[in-house]
């Protein structure tokens, strides 16, 4: 019974709040952390290789991550349809539905449709960069070191023009996401409107540099910036 009753407080909206919050600088994190390592490929085939590798040394550290990352996310998904259906049905009537329309940002109103976007576009990107289900011939690439040649396998992803597309439409739903997410977490921590301001400032400021960096690597890509 105790134990039940450390997480009653995590059913409440409040506490579902922090959920999300939580959860989602997790993710945030990841991001940032995937970001930092795709952006390799600019160091070379050598390079982006020998970390790829680097990573598949320590499996049983990948594989914490990637529970971790997996718990995350499927927290912060749950927790954010329960508030949603818990928002609808506080709502008053049709009157109030229409005002709040008009007061809420685009990022706001889509963040149910980016939400969608992104798990689709994870799903594709572990099918063709994780799995390699997608292209299996560049999966099977090996470089001169004898180690699988990831760096070919992304380049030669990125030639795809539709495969660029979806990356590029995936990379606009992330900046909405984030950017209202760090919005809604000013209200959440119970800032004042000036720390809110920040955070939501900063917010967009991370969310735009986080996409021009992603997607600075498909666009190098098809600029012949980036060659397999």
């Not at 952006?39 to 390079?47: A, K, P, T």
């Amino acid at each position: 019974m105790q134990v039940f009753r450390l997480f009653r407080p995590l059913a409440t909206s409040v506490g579902q709040k922090c959920v999300m919050a939580a959860s989602g600088l997790l993710l945030v994190l990841f991001v940032l952390g995937h970001l930092a390592g795709n952006l390799g490929v600019f160091s070379g085939r050598d390079v982006f290789n020998g970390y790829a590798a680097l990573l598949h040394s320590v499996p049983k550290l990948l594989w914490v991550v990637r529970i971790t990352l997996v718990v995350a996310f499927v927290l912060h998904v749950v927790v954010s349809i329960r508030l949603s259906i818990q928002n609808r049905k506080a709502r008053g009537g049709q009157a109030y539905a229409r005002r709040a329309w008009q007061t809420t940002s685009l990022a706001s109103r889509t963040m149910l449709w980016a939400g969608l976007v992104l798990l689709a576009f994870l799903v594709f990107h572990l099918c063709h960069l994780t799995w390699g289900w997608v292209y299996p011939e560049h999966a099977r690439l090996i470089d001169a070191e004898g180690r699988p040649d990831v760096y070919a396998q992304v380049v030669l992803g990125f030639q795809n023009v539709w495969v660029v597309v979806f990356y590029m439409l995936a990379q606009v739903a992330l900046f909405m996401h984030l950017s209202h997410g760090f919005s809604s977490a000013g209200h959440t921590l119970g800032l004042n409107s000036v720390g809110s301001r920040v955070l939501r400032v900063g917010g967009v400021v991370l969310s735009g540099g986080i996409f021009a960096l992603y997607t600075s690597i498909p666009l190098a890509v098809q600029l012949g910036v980036l060659l397999p």
